[in-house]
């Protein structure tokens, strides 16, 4: 008793935490509160399932005022099993779990709800069951595919009237760096034609669900509804035309998921359906963000436990996984929402603070239902190990859980190329750390499923940090677009934007010049970009479509050599084709002595420069300027 005393204890305090951190909404009821029984039913989670699929024993979460007075009973069903009920710690919640039959036809099933105390009071949820459709599902990303990132609402703003909707909480400020800006998903749909001309392959958007946070819900990471696309951004149907037009154009979808935690606002927050929903502290504790408390040999219980179940910010409640009956929640979601709308690909955030056992069985269940989805994750962390760690089949960690990932965001190779653009050489400092930073890839089960970046929506712009120079600028491009993996783009890097982390980061998610109706420029254009601009866009354009062509490019083998003089050279090919790449990260030209590299170069007598398309002799040496990549298909 006394253990169960103060495990009571705990929980209590940790409720109060909740209310003083600003985890409740203001004026709302603490969680299980009894309230009134009312007349229908506030949420079905998911809405609908299939038939047919392979996650065929669907837990659905019912959530309306004084539901546990309710039994539930299955109506008239086909290949249908209600196999059971379970009630939550809050008086509002019923979790329903059906199991489907492989041979059950697409129906409508009745669950019948009867007040247990009151004769005669009752109603019927009619759950769907539906044909899956035809449509091509989790095409999945390979190395030939190029990834843009997009902020929705900072990208183009293609519906005014969806700027502000009655009863959010956050309205229309664009001339807020942290404020709603009004771009939506129609603002994309409109300028599709725009990235596939450019030669991305594939879209990533930061999340799109309703975040109806009272501030700084532009960039979607507080998530209030699992289920909805949030209403200034689009709706649910928009979100699957958009997929559909994405397809229609060879193009993929990249969903941004979050796992980890919601906004202080959603419903769950009002009246939490188990006391064990979220992990809760006698104090306010965010997280440590050392996610290498999970592999260190020596950590402490209470540094891991901090890092797992701390907060990652105040307004960002941290979800237990550890609940199961949470657990089917979310893969239950992430599954509904790729045969909902045909999703190719997931982004993990913030992949290691959740539970890792959990996180391994939502990449199985995923895998297991869509075998193409291709899966990478956010590991924001220093070294390649504490990286890895996290990657499939890493032996190291099987003692603890079974990571099922198949490949990770590879930060470690973006701060070797920033190093290499912005540090003095030495040996292991500037390109050199690109080099020893590759040499690593031994670690990885694959590789060439990380994502290659150089920056992204929580960072500096890649142009910013290199100082403004274009020529480093375009080393940094044409070291993306050659190296191993899949490469990511984040929006207006074409334009040439600007902007640094601090002290906001919407100084770093700035609007794309002309996505608004009125904006003095347009971007999207070539006579609304300066010449400098139109430079760097056709730099990049260039190469994006040489790559997409090219297989020894995204999918050959690599040959890298040690650097020197601060010029590194390596070769992408295959039995049709060999690229050179050499990339001088010094200050000052080089003449590059081609002897060192005659075991890839036998049999080639000319290079041609794949961008200004000049054919260049390969006899004895090669002279490249002060920061300058060049990037030759070898000919005989």
């Known amino acids: 008793m006394k253990g169960k005393t103060a495990l009571w204890a705990w929980r209590a305090a940790g409720w109060m935490v909740l209310w003083l951190c600003g985890a409740f909404a203001a004026g709302a009821q603490p969680a299980f509160n009894k309230v009134p029984v009312t007349s229908g039913i506030h949420r079905v989670e998911p809405p609908n399932w299939w038939v047919g699929m392979r996650h065929s024993r669907v837990e659905i979460l019912l959530h309306r005022p004084g539901l546990q007075a309710f039994e539930v009973r299955l109506g008239r069903a086909r290949g249908v099993v209600l196999e059971r009920v379970v009630r939550g710690d809050s008086p509002n919640y019923l979790f329903v779990t059906l199991n489907i039959s492989p041979k059950a036809p697409p129906q409508t099933v009745p669950l019948l709800l009867t007040h247990r105390d009151s004769a005669g009071v009752g109603f019927t949820v009619a759950f769907p069951l539906l044909a899956r459709e035809a449509a091509p599902k989790a095409q999945g990303l390979t190395p030939r595919d190029v990834i843009y990132l997009i902020m929705p609402d900072r990208f183009a703003n293609g519906d005014p009237s969806n700027d502000n909707v009655p009863g959010m909480l956050d309205t229309l400020a664009r001339d807020s760096l942290l404020g709603r ?52 951004l689009g709706s649910n149907e928009l979100y699957r035309q958009l997929v559909q037009a994405c397809h229609q154009r060879g193009m993929k979808i990249v969903r941004d998921v979050v796992p980890n935690h919601i906004g202080n606002h959603h419903y769950w927050m009002r009246d939490l359906p188990m006391r064990d929903w979220v992990n809760t502290w006698p104090t306010m504790t965010q997280t440590s963000y050392r996610a290498t408390t999970l592999l260190d040999p020596y950590a402490s219980e209470h540094d891991r436990k901090r890092f797992n179940d701390g907060w990652f910010v105040p307004s960002m409640p941290d979800l237990n996984q550890r609940n199961p009956h949470l657990a089917n929640y979310l893969i239950q979601q992430a599954i509904w929402w790729v045969e909902y709308a045909g999703i190719d690909a997931f982004r993990i955030d913030t992949y290691t603070y959740p539970d890792q056992a959990f996180m391994s069985r939502f990449c199985r269940a995923l895998r297991a239902e869509y075998p193409m989805l291709s899966l990478f994750g956010e590991i924001w962390e220093h070294g390649v190990i504490p990286q890895g760690f996290f990657a499939d089949n890493q032996p190291m960690h099987r003692a603890n859980f079974d990571a099922d990932l198949p490949g990770v965001l590879d930060f470690q190779l973006c701060f070797a190329i920033h190093e290499a653009l912005t540090r003095e050489q030495g040996w292991t400092e500037g390109i050199s750390r690109l080099y020893y930073t590759m040499v690593k890839d031994y670690f990885y089960e694959d590789p060439m499923r990380n994502v290659v970046f150089l920056d992204n929506h929580d960072m500096t712009r890649f142009f910013s940090i290199v100082g403004e120079d274009l020529n480093r600028w375009k080393c940094g491009i044409a070291w993306l677009l050659t190296t191993r993996g899949i490469p990511q783009v984040y929006y207006g ?78 070769f992408r090919y295959d039995e049709a084709k060999t690229i050179m790449v050499v990339l001088n990260t010094a200050s000052e030209a080089r003449t590059v002595e081609l002897g060192r590299f005659a075991e890839r170069l036998q049999g080639f007598q000319r290079a041609q420069d794949v961008i200004s398309r000049q054919v260049l002799p390969l006899d004895k040496s090669l002279t490249v300027g002060a920061y300058t990549p060049l990037v030759l298909e070898l000919m005989p």
Do not use: C
């Open 493 to 570: 890097t074409e334009i040439l934007s600007t902007g640094f982390e601090a002290p906001s980061h919407g100084n770093i998610r700035k609007d794309f010049p002309g996505g608004w109706p009125g904006d003095p420029v347009n971007k999207f254009t070539a006579e609304g970009r300066t010449p400098l601009e139109n430079e760097a866009f056709q730099y990049l354009r260039t190469l994006l479509h040489y790559r997409y062509r090219t297989p020894s490019l995204y999918a050959g083998r690599l040959m890298q050599f040690v650097p020197e003089r601060g010029v590194y050279v390596y």
């Open 181 to 232: 800006h009004g771009g939506d998903l129609k603002g994309i749909l409109d300028h599709l034609d725009y990235l596939k001309d450019l030669g991305v392959t594939a879209l990533w958007l930061n999340p799109e669900l309703e975040n109806d946070q009272a501030e700084a819900s532009y960039h979607g990471y507080a998530i209030t509804d699992l289920y909805h696309i949030d209403r200034r």
